[in-house]
């Protein structure tokens, strides 16, 4: 098997939509899947780079794997559901402490999918969304996350990350919105980010650093009270 050269790492909630935008882009179509169990990858041929490409569970149970998989990642993409408030809030509550093992220059993409099932007729600024129902627009659902929710995010991201925003890709051209049942942007999601790591890759491979998971990184998570873990 060919060795990856650097790796991209998909993390978020369960149901965003994750394992479909991966099979959407490596396989150009949009079939139904099942809830992933650990994680899988995908190996994608960009130049003279081989690009691993890791589908994570959003399983709360699998919560402990995400941060073995995002050592000395090159990229990580979280993504969430555009219909759901919730799915963005977990990325910064859930999955952001997961990224603390990813390479110090690790390039982030936030991703909203589903966007086929909503309209983006914009709530106005200071709509009081998440209580409110789900209302129609047109023949589809409200959209519930906009574009600049996603924005302040990934300045949050900066601020946790301790990075300067003149220092790394500008927050409107690393937040995207995307449908993998319909092919829209997903192509442009991921060869946006694979260019981005390119010059990452060229500096680990310059230094030697592994681009394998190392399945005896894996600590099990904490019990939960509710059974589950954490
Ligand atoms: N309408 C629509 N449905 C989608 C889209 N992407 C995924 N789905 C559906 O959403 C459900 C969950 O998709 P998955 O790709 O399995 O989600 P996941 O993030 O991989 O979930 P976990 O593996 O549990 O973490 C499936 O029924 C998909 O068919 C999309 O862009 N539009
Ligand atoms: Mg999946």
């Known amino acids: 098997m060919k060795k990856p050269d650097g790796k991209v790492v998909l993390l978020g909630d369960m149901n965003v939509g994750k394992t479909s935008l991966l099979h959407r882009y490596m396989e ?3 079939q139904e899947t099942v809830s992933t169990v650990g994680g899988a990858f995908y190996l994608k041929q960009w130049g003279p780079y081989n690009i691993s490409i890791w ?7 699998f919560h402990g794997l995400g941060s073995m998989y995002c050592r000395g990642a090159a990229a990580v993409i979280l993504t969430y559901d555009v219909n759901s408030l919730q799915s963005l ?10 990224t603390d093992s990813a390479s110090a220059d690790c390039i982030f993409a936030i991703v909203g999918n589903k966007v086929d099932l909503s309209d983006d007729c914009a709530l106005p600024p200071d709509e009081n969304r998440p209580e409110k129902p789900v209302a129609s627009c047109g023949s589809k659902v409200r ?3 906009r574009a600049e929710d996603a924005i302040a995010l990934y300045k949050k991201i900066l601020k946790y990350k301790m990075l300067d925003e003149k220092d790394v890709p500008a927050a409107e051209k690393m937040c995207f919105e995307t449908s993998a049942k319909t092919g829209y942007k997903v192509d442009y999601l991921f060869e946006t980010v694979f260019d981005m790591v390119v010059p990452i890759i ?7 650093l592994p681009q394998t998971v ?16 954490a």
């Not at 060229?202 to 030697?208: D, H, L, P, T």
Request: glycine share 6%; proline share 2%; aromatic share 6%.
């Open 89 to 98: 809030t977990e990325l910064e509550e859930r999955f952001l402490e997961l």
């Open 202 to 208: 060229i500096r680990q491979k310059a230094e030697g």
């Open 214 to 229: 190392d399945i005896t990184d894996y600590k099990p998570a904490k019990r939960t009270k509710s059974g589950c873990c």
């Open 28 to 30: 150009k179509r949009f």
């Open 55 to 61: 589908d994570t569970a959003g399983r709360e149970q």
């Open 143 to 145: 959209k519930q996350v």
